[in-house]
């Protein structure tokens, strides 16, 4: 068996330009994620902002409120409020978890996609 330089070489320059080529889908990929998990931060600040908000507003109601039935009234309404923006915000998360993920896997599918259709027709 006879050393094809020309052979060689090629093959060498497909191998680093698919190294170089995954290596921007990892970057891509991270890129993604970064950007995703950002804006899930920026969601949980708002959400807690505005949970704080609504918790103030209930307190000063409590304050305000002329008998026990109606401090109990205003709780009960504060208590149902909180619980379902507080289902609602963690529905959202999830599904924005679940967009980063399928978000930061395709760059690297894509790769892994190409990589393997370039070995297989090797």
């Not at 978890?97 to 190409?114: F, G, L, N, T």
């Amino acid at each position: 068996m006879e050393f094809d330089k020309t052979t060689f070489d090629k093959a060498t320059k497909d191998f680093q330009k698919m190294g170089k080529d995954n290596y921007e889908a990892v970057l891509k990929s991270y890129g993604q994620m970064n950007k995703g998990f950002q804006e899930i931060g920026t969601s949980f600040t708002d959400y807690t902002k505005q949970a704080f908000a609504d918790a103030t507003a209930t307190f000063e109601k409590l304050v305000g409120a002329k008998s026990l039935e109606h401090a109990i009234e205003i709780q009960s309404q504060y208590a149902k409020s909180a619980y379902e923006s507080w289902m609602a915000e963690m529905t959202k998360i999830g599904e924005m978890y679940a967009s980063v993920a399928r978000d930061a896997y395709k760059p690297v599918e894509k790769a892994v996609e190409k990589t393997t259709a370039a070995v297989t027709a090797s």
